[in-house]
């Protein structure tokens, strides 16, 4: 059983996280989307928000799983056994961090790889910062995110 972890925060999920399942699903039996609660204060949504967004989103695709998690992500993977964690890069800009991140990681646990996967050209200027800044200026994000996420935004900053 290969199973591959993609962590985010996921505040909401978007098309770009969409297409990064979708790749991750071909090369792996089960992937695990995993909601990190270490930085729930910066969230627009709460951890509760973000697993009803993503169960609605990606909840009924095969050999997908939802689930959060604290603390280290390589304990957690460990824990999960999950022999990949999966990251998105859709830019240079993206490279530094994850890097460092991917190197700390392999440190900290040999027995975890990190695969990155680029998705689709016109997913990279995508980006849940984004998203929720055109949504509060009352911009329409529905071509850019799931439904129940396009909903979720109209409901949060009406009013
Ligand atoms: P984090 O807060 O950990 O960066 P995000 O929820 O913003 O979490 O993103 C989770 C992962 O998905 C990261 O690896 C990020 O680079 C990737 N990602 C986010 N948006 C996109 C996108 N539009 N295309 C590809 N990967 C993306």
Redesign the pocket.
């Given at each position: 059983m290969r199973r591959a972890i993609?962590?985010?925060?996921?505040?909401p999920i978007?098309?770009?996280?969409l297409?990064?399942i979708e790749r991750a699903r071909k090369l792996f039996d089960e992937v695990i989307v995993a909601v990190?609660h270490n930085?729930e204060k910066e969230a627009l949504f709460s951890l509760e928000e973000r697993l009803q967004l993503l169960k609605d989103s990606v909840g009924k695709i095969d050999k997908v799983r939802i689930a959060q998690f604290d603390g280290l992500l390589v304990e957690f993977a460990v824990a999960q056994k999950a022999s990949a964690v999966?990251?998105?890069?859709?830019a240079v800009s993206?490279f530094e961090f994850?890097f460092q991140m991917a190197l700390m990681n392999r440190k900290l646990e040999t027995g975890v790889e990190t695969i990155f996967?680029?998705?689709k050209e016109e997913?990279?200027?995508?980006?849940?910062?984004i998203i929720k800044e055109i949504a509060r200026l009352g911009g329409d994000v529905s071509s850019f995110v799931p439904p129940a996420v396009s909903k979720a935004l109209v409901r949060k900053f009406a009013g």
């Open positions: 993609y962590p985010g925060s996921f505040d978007t098309n770009g996280h297409d990064v990190a930085d999966i990251r998105g890069l859709r993206d994850e996967l680029m998705p997913y990279t200027y995508l980006s849940s910062r």
